[in-house]
């Protein structure tokens, strides 16, 4: 839930100095590794990967070499400062707290996950005993399948999300929701209408930059909302709001006012 204010205070950095509570080990991110860097935009945790990458079209096999050890170290370096990356690089989290909660949730589904892959190899172990070697290979040819079709399955489901379930969706819609004019038009219940969109971030030492543009609906009209917002500690400064409609005629235009919330944009 987000809750906005009209003229507030001019907009603050965000904070460089990490917490006391968060300088500690991330199991989260050492065990999610790449799932967890994505989410939490980390990255340098894709640096082996390019190497790889490089090394295997070059056919330069010291940067592959390389790219191996960076493989190796990557997950503890991400336990060891995924805290700070992920708190400086997300800067809107209002508090360590909500911050430590979402690691002990990303730990607990992770740690679920390998208990029953686990679960599963012990199962299958316990009732073959490994003595059928054509099976076995067959088997890890379907690990090798399922785990690449997982990979683009979550890589789909995390872009479907960003679209059309994350924030950078909600806060658009909750800001259009306030302006009087643009709930003339639409009506009430205001909610994107179509799963496509288009949905573009950016950060830097100040904070957050997001530009959208997607379709929305109320209870009456349907509307193609533009809206560019930039984000830090305590305000959102919306740079522009433009609503048209279906045909391009402008309905609502307003740039350069601001909103205060309070929550987590995750």
């Not at 006391?20 to 790449?34: H, I, K, M, S, T």
């Not at 935009?41 to 390019?50: E, M, N, Q, R, Y």
């Not at 700070?84 to 996950?113: H, M, V």
């Not at 909302?225 to 307003?254: A, P, Q, S």
């Amino acid at each position: 839930q987000y809750f906005f204010m009209k003229n507030p205070s001019t907009p603050a950095r965000i904070g460089q100095d990490i917490p006391v509570e968060l300088q500690a080990f991330n199991w989260a991110a050492f065990l999610g590794n790449w799932l967890w860097a994505i989410h939490h935009g980390i990255w340098v945790a894709f640096v082996p990967c390019l190497l790889l990458l490089i090394g295997v079209m070059t056919g330069f096999p010291p940067l592959i070499c390389i790219s191996l050890v960076f493989t190796i170290l990557t997950p503890f370096a991400l336990g060891l400062y995924g805290n700070a990356w992920a708190w400086k690089k997300r800067g809107y989290y209002s508090s360590p707290d909500i911050f430590l909660e979402q690691q002990r949730q990303w730990k607990r589904n992770i740690f679920i996950i390998f208990a029953s892959i686990l679960f599963n190899e012990w199962t299958w172990k316990k009732k073959y005993y490994w003595s059928f070697p054509d099976i076995f290979l067959e088997q890890q040819r379907q690990w090798r399948r399922n785990i690449f079709i997982i990979f683009f399955a979550s890589i789909v489901v995390i872009v479907f999300y960003y679209l059309n379930f994350s924030s950078m969706v909600k806060i658009p819609i909750q800001i259009a929701s306030k302006e009087e004019e643009i709930v003339q038009y639409l009506g009430d219940s205001i909610v994107k209408s179509k799963y496509l969109g288009k949905i573009s971030c950016e950060w830097n030492d100040r904070g957050k930059r997001i530009e959208s543009h997607f379709t929305v609906k109320g209870t009456r009209n349907e509307g193609d909302l533009h809206m560019i917002i930039f984000m830090n500690d305590d305000n959102i400064i919306v740079k522009k709001l433009l609503l048209e409609d279906l045909d391009g005629n402008v309905i609502y235009n307003r740039t350069n006012f601001y909103y205060q919330y309070k929550g987590v944009f995750v």
